[in-house]
């Protein structure tokens, strides 16, 4: 003879099982971040040598050519046309950042009314 089992029993093992559903994806979630974080740091160790080593040959570049326009002017000249072309590639990038930077909004607009939107159906629905 079966035993039937009450509503809130049967109730009680769905919010049970929903918990340990929860749990389990959260876990698993945890998991998967580490191993990409473990991942992002190799890489972001292999961007930060590559980078500092592209700087390395940007300046013995440079250096370069105030040797060779050092060749058929003064050496003084030589470095204040390399310093002036620098300064200007430099302010043209940093203009364009500033211009690009102000376009930026940092508040997720989308998420902000996707969330309100959730709020009120929630509100909606428990009347």
Known sequence: MAM??????VLQDIVRNVQEI???????AKTEIREEAVKAK???AMLGAGAV???????????TIVYALA???PSWA???IVGAGLAIAAGVMLM???KQFKQIHPRPERTVESIKENI???????K
Do not use: C, H, P, Y
Not at 4 to 9: A, K, Q
Not at 22 to 28: A, D, G, K, T
């Open 4 to 9: 039937e089992r009450s509503f809130s029993d």
């Open 22 to 28: 929860v749990r389990s994806e959260v876990r698993l």
């Open 42 to 44: 190799s890489s972001a």
């Open 53 to 63: 080593a592209a700087i390395f040959a940007a300046l013995f570049l440079l250096l």
């Open 71 to 73: 060749l058929v002017m």
């Open 78 to 80: 030589a470095a204040l």
């Open 96 to 98: 364009t950042g500033i």
């Open 120 to 126: 009120e159906w929630a509100k909606q629905n428990t």
